[in-house]
């Protein structure tokens, strides 16, 4: 099971399988999930708040008309923020509620709001469960795509035997989880270099590049749908970032390297789309340079090291892939870069082409690889990662 970088709310309504959500809660979150629950007033009758709080690491949301909870976290927030919603236990009153739209307590809003997967797991009386209204209910709900998990048959609380127990939690989140599409990705670490660096002359100039860093930001977006853990190490651009991304804010090349160094032994896959400076001055002043001292000045540039080649040649399990700035001979350019850095995959890139360069919110690459070439059509950057993830996640698999 693998719910990494799932968002779960939990909506729990007033059964007496109310206690079993605890252990809903950390199934989910044992395997990767942030969970969130909603109370009903009736839940509360059956399992305090407080334990649900506790186990889910998460303040309980129990009130659509509560100014305060509104303002932390809405009901319009919570829905946008849910990839899953599961209701558990679901009573045949919550089954007609939700049947009918209503919208007069924070589960029913939510429900209506969302546009994230839901399940309900049913826990009622028997004859509550057979009865037509219900049936009927459900058969609407499943028409509107809502997943109804159970009832298991059993021995009832009440003494009844027969179908109206809630499914065991254990079964609820592994039939969840192989009910959602769990990305290609799931479960791996992929490190990016993106943005550019900043070499210091002194304190106030530097050499650096036209990277705008948006190809590095649109992987790392597409890495995070993909279902991996994403660290992101960036040169200074100011680009927002899924809060699901680890971000790493650094200057200089060596900076980089060293970042690098720190997350390369738990990686898996590791993309260099930065531009990174090839060369840094020789020498820092340590006070700003004063031009009445100078009337011509000469500094010397040193070579940085090659992160990517580095990557390639002392993590040897890891997938590394590069980028190749090109202006002129670009496949031919990226492919003696693929040989010479030892790499699994090279992106190759027309700088050139002001359509497609630094700044642009489009690009057009060639995916190439030791065996194969692929050519991925000028299209949106974030459409242009979603296929080299794609890709990787083949190759690796
Ligand atoms: N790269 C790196 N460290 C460097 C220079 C480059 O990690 N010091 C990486 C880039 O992130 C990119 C790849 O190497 O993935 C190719 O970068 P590019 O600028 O195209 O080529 P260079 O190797 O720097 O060679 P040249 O500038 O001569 O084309």
């Known amino acids: 099971m693998n719910f990494l970088n799932k968002n779960i709310l939990l909506c729990v309504t007033g059964g007496i399988a109310a206690y079993k959500?605890?252990?809903?809660?950390?199934?989910?979150?044992?395997?990767?999930?942030?969970?969130?629950?909603?109370?009903?007033?009736?839940?509360?009758?059956?399992i305090t708040p407080l334990t649900l709080q506790a186990i889910s690491g998460n303040e309980i949301h129990d009130s659509l008309l509560d100014v305060k909870a509104e303002s932390a976290m809405g009901h319009i927030e919570l829905a946008k923020w849910a990839d899953i919603i599961?209701?558990?236990?679901?009573?045949?009153?919550?089954?007609?509620?939700?049947?009918?739209?209503r919208a007069n307590d924070l589960m029913g809003a939510i429900i209506l709001a969302s546009k994230a997967s839901v399940f309900i797991a049913p826990a009622m009386n028997m004859n509550m469960?057979?009865?037509?209204?219900?049936?009927?209910?459900?058969?609407?709900?499943?028409?509107?795509?809502?997943?109804?998990?159970?009832?298991?048959?059993?021995?009832?609380?009440?003494?009844?035997?027969?179908?109206?127990?809630?499914?065991?939690?254990?079964?609820?989140?592994?039939?969840?989880?192989?009910?959602?599409?769990?990305g290609?990705?799931?479960?791996?670490?992929?490190?990016?270099?993106?943005?550019?660096?900043?070499?210091?002359?002194?304190?106030?100039?530097?050499?650096s590049n036209n990277s705008s860093g948006k190809m590095g930001y649109a992987l790392a977006e597409a890495a995070i749908e993909s279902g991996a853990l994403v660290n992101l190490i960036s040169g200074p651009v100011s680009i927002d970032t899924n809060k699901s991304v680890s971000l790493y804010k650094i200057n200089s090349a060596n900076e980089m390297l060293e970042k690098v160094d720190e997350l390369m032994p738990n990686t898996d896959i590791f993309i260099g789309c930065a531009a990174v400076s090839d060369f840094k001055p020789s020498h820092y002043y340590e006070n700003k340079i004063k031009k009445e001292d100078l009337n011509v000045i000469d500094i010397e540039l040193e070579k940085n090291e090659d992160i990517l080649s580095h990557v390639a040649k002392v993590y040897k399990s890891s997938y590394v892939v590069g980028f190749a700035a090109e202006t002129k001979n670009v496949k031919e350019n990226a492919r003696k870069k693929l040989l010479n850095k030892n790499l699994n995959m090279i992106i190759s890139n027309d700088v050139s082409d002001k359509s497609i360069g630094f700044d642009s919110d489009q690009n057009e690459v060639n995916l190439i690889t030791k065996s194969e070439s692929i050519f991925l059509k000028k299209d949106k950057k974030i459409r242009i990662a979603r296929e080299i993830l794609k890709q990787i996640s083949l190759n690796i698999n």
């Open 184 to 207: 290609p990705l799931a479960g791996k670490v992929i490190t990016i270099t993106a943005g550019p660096t900043r070499e210091q002359i002194d304190p106030v100039r530097f050499i």
């Open 86 to 101: 599961l209701v558990a236990p679901c009573t045949a009153e919550t089954i007609a509620k939700i049947t009918h739209g």
């Open 21 to 46: 959500s605890a252990e809903i809660i950390r199934l989910f979150k044992k395997n990767g999930a942030d969970v969130r629950v909603v109370m009903t007033e009736s839940a509360k009758e059956f």
């Open 129 to 182: 469960w057979l009865d037509q209204s219900t049936q009927e209910n459900c058969k609407k709900l499943s028409s509107r795509s809502i997943s109804i998990i159970g009832p298991a048959d059993g021995e009832q609380a009440c003494g009844d035997i027969g179908p109206g127990r809630m499914v065991d939690p254990e079964n609820i989140v592994e039939l969840i989880s192989s009910s959602i599409k769990i």
